[in-house]
């Protein structure tokens, strides 16, 4: 609104100005008419000029010539005095003309040039002292006129100049008018686009926060479900866990307790996701150490010493990564704690869990007995189909190397995988 407020002003201005030349030019007129009838043919030659330039200074508004159009007006102003002045004498009344200049300057410029303000009233005031010293001091003959033109002059001069100050005053005090109704305008729909706007962060801020309590809610609902989950889970696997006692096959107890820790898997990945504030992801390293020690009390007897050495970095994944990374992890462990360390009293598993740019690399070794890798055994075997059901789920690419096939101690299982949204 302020520039509007600006262009306006100026556009009121230049009107203004182009009135002035043209009001100016009627006030000449009187003159080239008096200066003819007595026989001043020059001088009416010269006041026509005057005229014919401020004519020039209205047509270089309508152009847009600002600039010009100022210089012409305090040029032809200051001209007009001075000739007039020296010719017909100080006492005819022409340098009367003179004090309507800080009006005329404060049309033709605004406050804000300043130097040019300063340029414009020094011409003026040097004008007015030179035709005053040139008068005083009698320094170039005066055209002698009789004293009836010489009063009638004076007269004119003093009603014109009265005149013409009116008509400055006159305007600046509707300008100041327009002004302050452009700005009262201006205020009122500022006010109006406030008290709008407020309606706007009203309504944003009660959106917000019932968008808040409606997140607070899914979360507080997402939360429930994982841990509902969580407990129907751990009844399954309690009672996988009591149907044990009553079954005396060791393949079949063996399948049971396969399937308790698949489930216990999930329950505990349920679990880290009820524990954490972030329901979206958990967090890898504490969940692998939980879930390895669990394993680790249902596989070691006394007799069996198996160290876990883990190297995991700070990595969340969502549900849709971890559930089958945790399946994944499980179905390696068990395989190691079921056949690698048979013969064996003591061993190691390496797990580590790495992230390079946007690459999870998931490796998985031990130092056990290993298999061979192109044999049926385990290729028919349940545990080895999960491995790569659940490796082709994470769209990996797995690489599993056994001692049997390989100068390598062990298993070496490697997966590197990128999550679905990357």
């Known amino acids: 609104m302020k520039p509007f407020i600006l262009i306006e002003n100026q ?10 030349c043209i009001f100016t030019s009627l006030l000449c007129i009187p003159y080239v008419c008096i200066f003819y009838y007595s026989q001043l043919q020059a001088q009416a030659l010269v006041m026509s000029g005057i005229i014919l330039l401020f004519l020039l200074a209205a047509w270089l508004n309508r152009v847009s010539r600002f600039t010009f159009s100022k210089a012409v007006i305090v040029f032809n102003t200051n001209f007009a ?13 022409i340098h009367l003309f003179l004090f309507t200049a800080p009006l005329i300057t404060y049309l033709l410029f605004d406050f804000t040039q300043k130097l040019k303000i300063t ?5 003026y005031s040097l004008n007015f002292l030179t035709i005053y010293i040139i008068d005083k001091f009698t320094l170039l003959p005066v055209m002698p006129l009789s004293d009836k033109i010489h009063e009638l002059l004076y007269f004119m001069n003093f009603i014109f100049s009265l005149t013409l100050s009116f008509f400055l005053i006159i305007y600046f005090a509707n300008n100041n008018s327009l002004y302050i109704s452009l700005l009262t305008k201006a205020n ?3 006010k109006y686009q406030h008290s709008q706007m407020q309606v706007e962060i009203d309504e944003k801020t009660r959106t917000s926060k019932k968008l808040s309590e409606t997140l607070k809610e899914k979360d507080t609902l997402l939360s429930e479900i994982h841990h509902r989950v969580k407990n129907n889970l751990a009844v399954i696997s309690g009672l996988l866990e009591l149907q044990n006692y009553y079954i005396h096959d060791e393949k079949a107890s ?6 308790r820790n698949r489930i216990k898997s999930i329950a505990l990945l349920h679990e880290k996701f009820y524990e954490n504030k972030n329901l979206d992801s958990i967090e890898i390293r504490s969940y692998v150490d939980e879930l390895i020690h669990y394993i680790k009390l249902s596989f070691t007897n006394d007799k069996k010493n198996i160290s876990i050495h883990t190297q995991i970095d700070h990595i969340e994944l969502p549900m849709k990564e971890a559930l089958p990374f945790s399946l994944l992890l499980n179905e390696l462990a068990t395989n190691s704690y079921k056949h690698a360390f048979k013969k064996k009293n003591k061993g190691n598993i390496y797990i580590s869990v790495t992230k390079s740019k946007n690459e999870f690399i998931f490796r998985y070794k031990d130092d056990g007995c290993g298999f061979d890798a192109a044999g049926s055994q385990p290729k028919d075997s349940l545990g080895m189909n999960l491995i790569e059901a659940f490796s ?3 769209k990996g690419n797995m690489t599993f190397e056994s001692n049997n096939n390989k100068n390598i101690e062990g298993v070496d299982f490697k997966l590197n995988f990128k ?4």
């Open 254 to 259: 063996s399948v049971l307790k396969e399937s």
């Open 119 to 123: 340029l414009s009233i020094s011409a």
């Open 392 to 394: 082709k789920q994470l």
């Open 188 to 190: 009122t729909i500022l």
């Open 419 to 422: 999550l679905a949204d990357s």
């Open 81 to 93: 005095v001075a000739y007039f002045s020296i010719v017909l004498g100080f006492s005819s009344g």
């Open 11 to 20: 556009q009121s201005r230049i009107r203004a100005i182009t009135r002035f």
